[in-house]
């Protein structure tokens, strides 16, 4: 068939043809953010789950659907090597550029931006005209102490999206990456503006290993934010997200090729979207059939192989590679870091080390204490394609 046609383009964030299953998610959303806006009194919202199973496609969709509503929003994807302040500064000025459009609130927009400048120079952060351009009013947000100036930024943000009648919602993905002191000046000042009824908001997205981490930054975070586990699809939905688009493009597929997807892919999003991809592209003309999806099912996996797993397992260390080596050979998990290191012939201690800075790059987590899973969904068949089995 065509591949031009292909409905099919599984990449980073980059949004699925069909977004099947995630609707209650979108409305519960939706509501938050409109209690939000109007003053009222709502938990802001955590999405947490595996790779591959559609955060940052949900999140931008939250995204899209607040800015559609005339929500102010302020994208931040956080790296792993960088400080909140100075990925904050930049994405707050554009929501602020954006608020100042039109006669309404200037004075309140200007004092933000006189506060986000004096912000930016406190915590040194360089970024053009905010950094030398802009005046600064005395004693805002520049004492130099996170928790008390990101707390003053926030609400006097909130103070100039109310003027506007509007919202500024930030949109954090990656929220694992945000170092703990920071995390906890975040959580601080959106609990402060939540506290003064002010429209502003955050709504992150992470690994599963951000709900310790909040909670440990601070102990109400818990109450201050409403935790939603994405997980994969259910077979319903996985059917959904397949067939709409297949047959929109006046394609059918067999039922049991589609069966054998589903299963191939155990309904994780990003996978759903590379088999279709394969199997369109396999297959000769409509509708789809299962041989086309078994042959599609080998190349899927060498392009999984290549990209998706290679990318996370080429930033380890020989000791890491080594370490989920183990945990691979155990199966999917999770797993005992007892067991790990007796199937490594070590004692539990010596691998201490290395387990938490896998936790830090975001390749396993702790879903309960001593146990260990891979934040990449079916990583431990990939370790045993890559790394073959050593007698126990």
């Known amino acids: 068939m ?15 043809p069909e977004l099947a299953g995630r609707g209650l998610v979108l409305d519960r959303t939706a509501i938050t953010l409109d209690r939000i806006r109007s003053g009222r009194a709502a938990q802001s919202l955590v999405l947490y789950g595996l790779r591959g199973v559609g955060k940052t496609v949900l999140l931008n969709q939250i995204r899209r659907d607040g800015e ?36 309404a609130a200037k004075a309140s927009i200007a004092r933000a931006l ?6 930016a120079r406190t915590f040194r952060v360089t970024y ?37 009648r509007t919202a ?39 690994l599963p290993q951000i709900l310790g981490k909040m909670g440990r930054a601070k102990s109400y975070a818990e109450r201050l934010f409403e935790f939603v586990s994405i997980d994969r699809l259910d077979p319903d939905a996985a059917r959904q997200a397949l067939r709409s688009p297949i047959e929109r493009e006046d ?62 397992f080429d930033r380890l260390t020989p000791r890491e590679k080594l370490y989920l080596q183990a945990m691979g050979e155990l ?15 070590r004692p539990v201690t010596s691998e201490a080390p290395t387990r938490m800075n896998l936790i830090a790059k975001g390749m396993i987590y702790s879903p309960a204490h001593g146990d260990n899973a891979f ?18």
């Open 68 to 103: 559609a509503r005339g929500l102010i929003g302020v994208w931040i994807e956080m790296p792993e090597d960088r400080n909140l302040p100075e990925v904050l500064v930049p994405a707050l000025r554009s929501a602020l550029i954006k608020l100042s459009r039109g006669e």
């Open 331 to 345: 199966g999917p998990g999770p797993h005992r870091s007892g067991d790990i290191a007796r199937r490594l012939g």
């Open 251 to 312: 394609v059918l597929i067999d039922d049991d090729a589609l069966e054998e997807i589903v299963t191939q892919t155990q309904g994780y999003p990003y996978f759903l979207q590379k088999w279709g991809q394969q199997a369109w592209d396999v297959a000769k003309d409509s509708p789809i059939r299962l041989g086309d999806v078994r042959q599609a099912s080998s190349s899927a996996i060498a392009d999984l192989d290549d990209s998706f797993f290679r990318v996370r």
């Open 168 to 206: 500024v919602v930030l949109y954090i993905d990656e929220i694992q990456y945000v170092q703990e002191p920071q995390l906890a000046a975040l959580i601080m000042a959106i609990h402060a503006a939540g506290q003064a009824q002010l429209p502003v908001t955050a709504v992150a997205a992470g």
């Open 2 to 16: 065509d591949p031009r046609q292909n409905p099919f383009a599984p990449g980073a964030g980059t949004p699925p």
């Open 128 to 164: 053009n005209d905010v950094e030398f351009g802009m005046g600064t009013e005395p004693g805002l947000a520049d004492s130099g102490d996170l928790d008390a100036d990101l707390a003053d930024l926030i609400a006097i943000v909130g103070e100039a999206a109310r003027d506007r």
């Open 114 to 119: 006189r506060a986000l400048a004096a912000f």
């Open 375 to 392: 934040t990449v969904p079916l990583f431990d068949a990939y370790m045993r394609r890559i790394m073959p089995m050593r007698e126990a």
